[in-house]
């Protein structure tokens, strides 16, 4: 069972406009990542929020954490048409162990 | 930075045969996984790996073994392909306890399409 979902599963937007995806996730957590992924390559990694945190910035990125919805949201600003690509978020569980959701996949129009 | 090496990109197979699928990472990471990916179910974990000779089965192990001999390698191998196998499969790696916050590092991942 997966332990991360993400919501919208699809969002298409114009450039410049800001996208938000959402992931909740079942058990207690220490940190949760959110991941990007091309088509078709690998996965990279974004950002990591720790349990004690409730925002975190990175460049155009924002992530909150609400750990008592179980609950992060993934904000990019002023998106670009690079920014295509699906998001993921993932929790560690069982010490050793990252749990993807199913992800969302953005798609910027320019 | 990390390097994550998955030998084949593409391949095809036939159903019954062996596949081996091999990757090498670059940072003397203790932590190595393989995953499955398919469309609308995310990315779910087959096995993983803490140290060498040492694994763990993750969420959907049927139809597949690992190996990990040396702790730059693991290997996925699937003992008879089948149709259902076919998929794009990813290694991972990352330092100890994730918990604590640490990342992990993804190949450029394997197509495998069994016929």
């Known amino acids: 069972s997966q332990q991360g979902e993400e919501d919208p599963q699809a969002l298409s937007i114009q450039e410049g406009e800001n996208a938000t995806m959402n992931c909740s996730y079942k058990t207690s957590i220490n940190n949760l990542q959110w991941y990007r992924q091309n088509s078709g390559r690998g996965l990279v990694h974004l950002i990591l929020?720790?349990?004690?945190?409730r925002e975190k910035h990175s460049g155009r990125l924002r992530v909150t954490l609400d750990t008592s919805k179980k609950s992060s949201s993934l904000l990019i600003t002023a998106s670009r048409a690079a920014d295509t690509a699906s998001y993921f978020c993932a929790t560690a569980v069982y010490g050793n162990k990252l749990v993807f959701g199913a992800g969302t996949i953005l798609r910027v129009k320019s | 930075d990390v390097k994550v090496t998955q030998s084949s990109r593409y391949l095809v197979k036939r159903t019954g045969e062996k596949v081996f699928l091999e990757c090498v990472q670059d940072m003397d990471h203790e932590n190595m996984f393989w995953y499955r990916q398919d469309p609308g179910l995310g990315l779910r974990l087959i096995y993983f790996s803490y140290d060498v000779k040492m694994k763990e089965k993750g969420d959907i192990p049927e139809g597949y073994s690992v190996s990990r001999e040396k702790k730059e390698r693991f290997s996925l191998i699937l003992e008879s392909a089948s149709t259902n196998q076919t998929s794009m499969y990813l290694c991972?790696?990352?330092?100890?306890?994730?918990?604590?916050?640490?990342?992990?590092?993804f190949g450029e991942g394997s197509w495998l399409t069994v016929v």
């Open positions: 929020i720790r349990s004690n945190e």
């Open positions: 991972a790696t990352g330092e100890k306890l994730l918990v604590s916050g640490n990342t992990i590092y």
